[in-house]
């Protein structure tokens, strides 16, 4: 992935355990072309001692999410107040905030039917879910650092949400 594309390693939102602890999060700004879909992309990569658990906390944007992790896939509705995702062992995912019109595009239906819920991407009408999520977890497969396999992962991410575009104007 283009040096350019990374972008501030620290996300405020995304907030430490009791521990201190938060996985490392690597984040990434969408092509131009794409930009009036997605609004950024983020992987964090995980590896607890055995017995160590953790609980990820986050912050919400009002926005649906596109998550791939090598676990679950899913579209994630809006989520009021602090999210929370228990770590354990190995892992990682690849997550997708998305702008504010592409959730309800890929629902093909309104994004309050998803507020504080999710629905598995193989479901989602406006996306190719079982493909992606293929695609997804052989790019990361089994070195998620790998900076290659984050740009294949991207560009795949990429691929499937580009028919989205263009994204209609209100008004």
Do not use: K
């Not at 283009?2 to 602890?21: F, K, M, N, Q, T």
């Not at 929370?84 to 959730?103: F, H």
């Not at 479901?123 to 293929?134: N, R, V």
């Amino acid at each position: 992935m283009p040096e350019s594309r990374r972008i501030d390693p620290v996300e405020r939102a995304h907030l430490r355990d009791a521990a201190g602890y938060s996985p490392p999060i690597y984040r990434f700004a969408p092509t131009p072309a794409l930009a009036d879909v997605v609004r950024r992309f983020w992987l964090p990569v995980w590896s607890l001692p055995n017995g160590v658990r953790t609980q990820q906390r986050v912050l919400q944007y009002p926005v649906c999410l596109v998550v791939v992790a090598d676990t679950y896939a899913n579209l994630v509705g809006p989520t009021r107040g602090l999210a929370t995702r228990e770590l354990v062992g190995a892992g990682w995912a690849c997550g997708t905030m998305l702008q504010s019109a592409a959730g309800s595009m890929l629902l093909a239906g309104p994004v309050r039917d998803v507020t504080d819920g999710a629905v598995p991407l193989e479901s989602l009408p406006g996306l190719q879910g079982s493909a992606l999520i293929a695609q997804v977890r052989r790019a990361l497969g089994h070195d998620p650092h790998d900076a290659a396999r984050q740009q294949q992962t991207l560009a795949a991410v990429e691929r499937a949400l580009a028919g989205l575009l263009p994204v209609p104007c209100s008004g």
